[in-house]
């Protein structure tokens, strides 16, 4: 007979593991789009608002037509005007405001209006010349301000350029008074225009230094217009925006 082999020792038996509990899996909630925040127009008191239809009617009336064939160039007139109501206030007129002024122009301008058109149709061609205009009514008003001012005030340093020539720093000026007169502290400036604020500059060299000032920060050129023929010569529109830096206080 075989030996009798001695019996191996009982392992320990090891703790069973707690079984974790099954956590649910979440549903996969849609990520919403996050809207604009579109402004808020300031309330006017009533007086205010009764004074501006006042005006609105009064600038209606004012460029109604007298005569035949002149509807297009009143009405591109009266959207001027309406342009240079909202530089002032500070804010876009309401399409309710624009349609009852326009209505009201329609209403006194029949008998020298074409009869083949309806008032639909001088609508559609207000509101888009309305977008057209570039220099509301009053906008040569603020640069003589603006190129009256330039000659009492301090010319501006152009940070980080000390020896900047004096027509630059000219320009710079001229930047600075327009951009104190609007309300939102954008302007429209032509090159040709630009080029009156020093006797060194031209059209062509104010384009230069409009272009080299956005470069730098000084303004932003926050829209160009395409160039127009203006006496067989170029005239570059500009829309701009001082840097704050540049300002100076009232």
């Avoid at 008998?111 to 083949?116: K, N, R």
Wanted: hydrophobic share 40%.
């Amino acid at each position: 007979m075989y030996p009798a082999y001695p019996a191996y020792p009982a392992y320990p038996a090891y703790p069973a593991y707690p079984v974790y509990p099954v956590y649910p899996v979440y549903p996969v909630y849609p990520v919403y789009p996050v809207y604009p925040v579109y402004p808020v127009y300031p309330v006017y008191p009533v007086s205010n608002s009764q004074e501006l239809e006042s005006e609105l009617a009064e600038l209606s009336k004012i460029n109604a037509c007298t005569a035949r064939n002149i509807a297009r160039k009143r009405r591109f007139k009266l959207a001027r005007d309406l342009a240079g109501v909202e530089k002032r206030i500070g804010r876009k007129l309401r399409p309710d405001e624009l349609m009852k002024t326009v209505d009201n122009w329609h209403r006194t301008s029949p008998p020298h209006l074409d009869s083949e058109k309806t008032r639909d149709d001088y609508r559609a061609a207000f509101l888009a010349e309305l977008g057209k205009v570039r220099v509301p009514t009053g906008e040569s008003e603020a640069l003589k301000i603006a190129l009256a001012r330039i000659s009492a005030a301090p010319l501006p340093e152009l940070p980080g350029i000390a020896d900047a020539p004096e027509s630059c720093r000219t320009l710079v000026a001229l930047h600075r008074e327009l951009a104190r007169q609007s309300a939102n502290g954008t302007y429209f400036l032509s090159c040709r225009d630009a080029a009156k604020a020093h006797a060194s500059l031209n059209k062509d060299s104010a384009n230069q230094i409009n272009r080299a000032l956005d470069r730098l920060g000084a303004i932003k050129l926050v829209r160009l217009g395409s160039a127009r023929p203006v006496e067989t010569h170029l005239n570059f529109v500009i829309f701009c925006r001082l840097n704050s830096a540049l300002r100076i206080s009232d």
